[in-house]
């Protein structure tokens, strides 16, 4: 029988030398800022976390610091409670290469992939490290005013995306609601995939960390994987992004991701139509419409709560505040199939079952905000505690508590 070798295993002196070196690049002068309280806790939670994950994993030759970082970053955005966590690795994005542009821009991307609390909630975390680092930081100017070509971009951008004529997969949303299609194409790609802020590779790496750390994606991980290799991603640096997954949202997070890449080895992409180039190209409504019906629907339910929010958003990235305003707003919270009281109603259920950190300022926003509506205590209290058999106590628990809170505000 032929001898099978093992290769041997580093040492525990080389792979803690390996991952102090790592973590001062990463961490720069507070490399060890949350590493010694660690210490006080349990020094062997503190050596491993020097060990292991920079020591074996970020010190792996696969993707550059900077890569790893912008993985890092995105796989903590998605899970909405790890603020200081969060802070820490956009700080090191900064001290590996990553620029303050790349940040903010990584947060757009994050408010169409995630969702806008996500964004939201992460930006005074880039606003506080801006200030103790002195950046000063100037937002990328907006688009052009009407605004009119957004269709023509997001479909050459998903264009690019699949390859081909994205036929079938416009299709299968359209029959269930032809909005749907019409906003993947004109807002997701159009207005936000399809920025210049990022390198292609940067946003790949993103979102593909983004879908696999948030879990139960998989249809839409394929699709992103795919885009990503057929942009000059390579199928090994996706791979050693899992890896890297695995530190930040854990193994079956990573695991999930890894089925995927095997399905694709399994199941390659069937071929796409070629560009239709004869295919008409609609123009997209004007900039100015949204706006104002985004500004009137706004005024009926959040109001002054609403339009602080936005105003947080002004000095760093005032297109999330547009978007949210002109597409949120504008495109879908004004739409009459149901009445704003349950629009409202609904936004809280979501946002109290999502129960992270991120939430929890938007869920005190649209729990005034249904207030405004005209729902009443009882109907808030009624759809939270429908999620009890769906979430579970804590989560109920947890929501009630800040919904009291608001209810007292509000002398209900």
Known sequence: MPEHTTAAAPSADSRAERGLAVLKQIGGATYDVGVKPLAEVSADMARLTVEFPYGEILARPGLDLHLRQVCTV??????????????????????????????????????????????????????????ERAIAFTP??????????????????LRRAVGGEPTEMLAQLAAVVPELAQWTVEYAYGEVLSRPGLD????????????????????????????????????????????????????????????????????????IPPVDTARPVPASESR??????????????????????????????????????????????HRTEIDLKTRELTTCAAMAARATKASETPFRVHVNAALTAGATKAEIVEV?????????YPIVQQA?????????????
């Open 400 to 412: 009630m508590r800040m919904a009291g809170e608001e209810f007292a505000r509000r002398g209900v």
């Open 200 to 271: 292609a590779k940067v946003r790949h790496i993103a979102i593909i960390a983004m879908l696999t750390a948030a879990g139960n994606r998989a249809e839409a991980l394929r699709f992103q994987i795919i885009a990503a290799e057929r942009d000059g991603v390579a199928r090994d640096e996706i791979i050693e992004m899992m890896i890297q997954i695995a530190l930040y949202a854990g193994f079956p997070s990573a695991l999930n991701g890894f089925a995927a890449i095997r399905d694709l080895i399994q199941n390659p992409p069937a071929p």
């Open 140 to 157: 990328t100017a907006a688009t052009a005013e009407d605004d009119t070509d957004r269709y023509r971009r997001g479909l050459d951008a």
């Open 74 to 131: 995105a796989t903590l955005l998605a899970q909405g409670s790890v603020q200081p966590q969060l802070k820490f690795h956009m700080n090191g994005l900064i001290n590996v290469g990553g620029t303050p542009d790349e940040l903010v821009e990584l947060l757009v991307v994050a408010s169409v992939i995630l969702g806008f609390p996500i964004a939201i909630d992460a930006l005074p975390i880039v606003q506080g490290l801006f200030t």
């Open 384 to 392: 939270l505690l429908n999620l009890l058999p769906h979430c579970g």
């Open 288 to 333: 100015a419409p949204r706006h104002q019906r985004g500004l009137a629907t706004l005024a009926l339910t959040s109001a002054a709560s609403g339009e602080a929010v936005l105003a947080g958003l002004s000095m760093l990235a005032p297109d999330i505040g547009r978007m949210i305003l002109d597409h949120g707003y504008g495109d879908i919270f």
